[in-house]
T-cell receptor, first 112, second 110 residues
């Protein structure tokens, strides 16, 4: 158990819809990272938050947004969903900026 | 932007054979981390290398960080069926962002 909690585990929705993925980091970790993993793209970094502030951005689409709340949990919002957004979305957390990242079990998003 | 290339993409070995995966970055790294993802699981941190030329061992696993801090390798001696999974290297920046390689999928035949 990594200590990182992601909900929901599975999400099935239709094109054009909007979903919210939630992540609770390990106790004490200030950094939260979001990744997208699909079969042909590996682990793609989306965005990082540190103590409520956006720290780094990867290849995150404009249709996607995220935030980290004062209690340090984070949410990833995906809107106007397309078939290609079907993937496994991982959240990870770390204590310091450069240390190991601890991953949650992921949310599997399926777009029909 | 920073790119991290990892080879090979797939590796099939017989149990007991050795295995090596290689990682190359387009830029100098602050650190490199290695993760293992079992089928159906999430990436799990294995090790972090920070110093130029650093070598670390964990039982049958040996990790190296190149002198220029742009390449790294993971070597597994005498593979076991429990070693099955995808091994990722990830190049780190000073503020924590990781760029993951594409991963090497290791299959071990008993």
């Amino acid at each position: 158990d990594s200590g990182v909690t992601q909900t929901p585990k599975h999400l099935i929705t239709a094109t054009g819809q909007r979903v919210t993925l939630r992540c609770s980091p390990r106790s004490g970790d200030l950094s939260v990272y979001w990744y997208q993993q699909s079969l042909d793209q590996g682990l793609q970094f989306l965005i990082q938050y540190y103590n409520g502030e956006e720290r780094a951005k990867g290849n995150i689409l404009e249709r996607f947004s995220a935030q980290q709340f004062p209690d340090l949990h984070s949410e990833l919002n995906l809107s106007s969903l397309e078939l290609g957004d079907s993937a496994l979305y991982f959240c990870a957390s770390s204590g310091t900026g450069q240390g190991p990242q601890h991953f949650g079990d992921g949310t599997r998003l399926s777009i029909l | 932007g920073q790119q991290v290339m990892q080879i090979p993409q797939y590796q099939h070995v017989q149990e007991g054979e050795d295995f090596t995966t290689y990682c190359n970055s387009s830029t100098t790294l602050s650190n490199i981390q290695w993760y293992k993802q079992r089928p159906g699981g999430h990436p799990v941190f294995l090790i972090q290398l920070v110093k130029s030329g650093e070598v670390k061992k964990q039982k049958r696993l040996t990790f190296q960080f190149g002198e220029a801090k742009k390449n790294s390798s993971l070597h597994i001696t005498a593979t076991q069926t429990t070693d099955v999974g995808t091994y990722f290297c990830a190049g780190g920046t000073s503020y924590g962002k990781l760029t993951f390689g594409q991963g090497t999928i290791l299959t071990v035949h008993p």
